[in-house]
């Protein structure tokens, strides 16, 4: 009885050592979104639906100036052409060329409409706690669970339940949760593309939980490598 007690005390000691470690996992899902720390851009076309039916589509192309400056350009349609949002840590602020304005985006804000969709993929995982909540299998694949809540007053979200492949860590799904702990917005990562023999994100489902039938599709492309000036990140 003690030998067989000591042999499953190993086993499971030895199922443990194998689990990745919680941080890894974080930042090996991350990869898929970009080149972490490094300043880079690529281009994203996005077509919204409304019960069903569409209703809008733009194409913008998006700047990160290393891991703490966004800036987002519009480029199609040609009413929105020129308009510009910066996202600074806390911050994200819309300039429109024709009016000159510079409107700033509220923290509510940021919850609601196409604005959310920026900052779920702009989600900063180092601003939350993240833990291994369990496996799951997901048509027929073993599945990590993973939970992140907040730990930064800069984070978006109150708490996101994520979900990653076991070998890959390739996200599959996330949910955002607001300061309410209603579920608010959920992404369900499609496919992804291959560049210079790393992947990254292709396509994104993103569904309103809220209503039903609303969900916009979001193609992502074109990422590559490039340095940019700071004047570029002013308001």
Same mark, same amino acid.
């Given at each position: 009885?003690?030998?067989?007690?000591?042999?499953?005390?190993?086993?499971?000691?030895?199922?443990?050592?194998?689990?990745?470690?919680?941080?890894?996992?974080?930042?090996?899902?991350?990869?898929?979104?970009?080149?972490?720390?490094? /300043?880079? !851009?690529?281009? #994203?076309?996005?077509?919204?639906?409304?019960? &069903?039916?569409?209703? *809008?589509?733009?194409?913008? =192309?998006?700047?990160?100036?290393? /891991?703490? !400056?966004?800036? #987002?350009?519009?480029?199609?349609?040609?009413? &929105?052409?020129?308009? *510009?949002?910066?996202?600074? =840590?806390?911050?994200?602020?819309? /300039?429109?060329?024709?009016?000159?304005?510079?409107?700033?985006?509220?923290?509510?804000?940021?919850?609601?409409?196409?604005?959310?969709?920026?900052?779920?993929?702009?989600?900063?995982?180092?601003?939350?706690?993240?833990?291994?909540?369990?496996?799951?299998?997901?048509?027929?694949?073993?599945?990590?669970?993973?939970?992140?809540?907040?730990?930064?007053?800069?984070?978006?979200?109150?708490?996101?339940?994520?979900?990653?492949?076991?070998?890959?860590?390739?996200?599959?799904?996330?949910?955002?949760?607001?300061?309410?702990?209603?579920?608010?917005?959920?992404?369900?990562?499609?496919?992804?593309?291959?560049?210079?023999?790393?992947?990254?994100?292709?396509?994104?489902?993103?569904?309103?939980?809220?209503?039903?039938?609303?969900?916009?599709?979001?193609?992502?492309?074109?990422?590559?490598?490039?340095?940019?000036?700071?004047?570029?990140?002013?308001?």
């Amino acid at each position: 009885m003690i030998r067989f007690s000591i042999f499953l005390l190993i086993f499971l000691s030895s199922i443990a050592l194998a689990l990745p470690n919680i941080d890894d996992i974080v930042l090996k899902v991350d990869d898929y979104r970009g080149y972490r720390g490094k /300043s880079f !851009k690529f281009d #994203v076309k996005s077509i919204s639906y409304e019960q &069903e039916q569409k209703v *809008r589509a733009n194409k913008v =192309e998006v700047l990160f100036k290393r /891991s703490d !400056k966004v800036l #987002v350009r519009f480029l199609e349609p040609k009413r &929105e052409a020129g308009r *510009r949002i910066l996202i600074d =840590e806390k911050n994200m602020w819309l /300039s429109i060329p024709t009016t000159r304005n510079i409107i700033r985006i509220s923290p509510a804000q940021r919850l609601i409409g196409e604005a959310s969709n920026g900052d779920v993929f702009n989600t900063d995982y180092n601003y939350y706690y993240p833990s291994l909540k369990g496996e799951e299998i997901i048509d027929g694949k073993p599945v990590l669970h993973l939970t992140l809540k907040e730990k930064d007053k800069r984070a978006t979200y109150k708490r996101v339940e994520l979900w990653a492949d076991k070998e890959t860590f390739k996200p599959i799904k996330a949910e955002h949760y607001g300061n309410s702990g209603k579920l608010i917005k959920i992404a369900y990562y499609k496919s992804f593309i291959k560049v210079n023999n790393r992947e990254f994100l292709n396509e994104v489902l993103m569904v309103n939980p809220l209503i039903q039938g609303n969900y916009t599709k979001v193609l992502f492309d074109n990422y590559r490598l490039e340095d940019f000036p700071d004047n570029l990140f002013i308001r």
